[in-house]
T-cell receptor, first 114, second 112 residues
Framework: DVKVTQSSRYLVKRTGEKVFLECVQD?????MFWYRQDPGLGLRLIYF???????EKGDIPEGYSVSREKKERFSLILESASTNQTSMYLC?????????????FGPGTRLTVT | SQQGEEDPQALSIQEGENATMNCSYK?????LQWYRQNSGRGLVHLIL?????REKHSGRLRVTLDTSKKSSSLLITASRAADTASYFC????????????FGGGTRLMVKP
């Protein structure tokens, strides 16, 4: 059974803290994605990676950075958390080789910045 | 930017009724996908329809695609309380299909 796991389901951080969100997939997928989900705005792509050490900006990369040192792990970093980064963060992965391009999602991390 | 826009934003029906959700998009696509999200969880892929297909079935799901109108619909027949969830359409942005753009979703509530 395919699996995408995220390091925390719930996280509370203070303004200005550095925050790491970890995502691990066990499907040997080349592509990995970070989204944030806010009510009424759907999912918005923050960053994605199509290979180790490769990254591309999505629609809303400001205030975020990412790291992909190993194929199975994709980290989202909030260098200095702000209250407007309170959100649900979803990680996903997909195969480049598949003709389907469906994405597999983790359970999400609900981050609250106070 | 949101490529897909779902309509309605919320839908409430009785168990056994059919539920229809619509999605409109702005630019040409290679494929359109529908996902489901239970409250507070990640998304789960339901079905994919390619731009050269007009209709696709999977169990109680039926998806149609009208590329001339840039719209798609998801029909869930004989709904069950367990179908209560949010449903999102997603379209690809490039030929490689690596990235998807998601709409705002339709919240479906099926009352027992």
């Amino acid at each position: 059974d395919v699996k995408v796991t995220q390091s925390s389901r719930y996280l509370v951080k203070r303004t200005g803290e550095k925050v790491f969100l970890e995502c691990v997939q066990d499907m040997d997928h080349e592509n990995m994605f970070w989204y944030r989900q806010d009510p009424g705005l759907g999912l918005r792509l923050i960053y994605f990676s199509y290979d180790v050490k490769m990254k591309e900006k999505g629609d809303i990369p400001e205030g975020y950075s990412v790291s992909r040192e190993k194929k199975e792990r994709f980290s989202l970093i909030l260098e200095s958390a702000s209250t407007n980064q309170t959100s649900m963060y979803l990680c996903a992965s997909s195969s480049q080789g598949s003709p389907i391009y469906e994405q597999y999602f983790g359970p999400g991390t609900r981050l609250t910045v106070t | 930017s949101q490529q897909g826009e779902e309509d309605p934003q919320a839908l409430s029906i009785q168990e056994g009724e059919n539920a229809t959700m619509n999605c409109s998009y702005k630019t040409s696509i290679n494929n359109l996908q529908w996902y489901r999200q239970n409250s507070g969880r990640g998304l789960v892929h339901l079905i994919l329809i390619r731009s050269n297909e007009r209709e696709k079935h999977s169990g109680r799901l039926r998806v149609t695609l009208d590329t001339s109108k840039k719209s798609s619909s998801l029909l869930i027949t004989a709904s069950r309380a367990a179908d209560t969830a949010s449903y999102f359409c997603a379209t690809d942005q490039n030929n490689a299909g690596n990235m998807l753009t998601f709409g705002g979703g339709t919240r479906l509530m099926v009352k027992p």
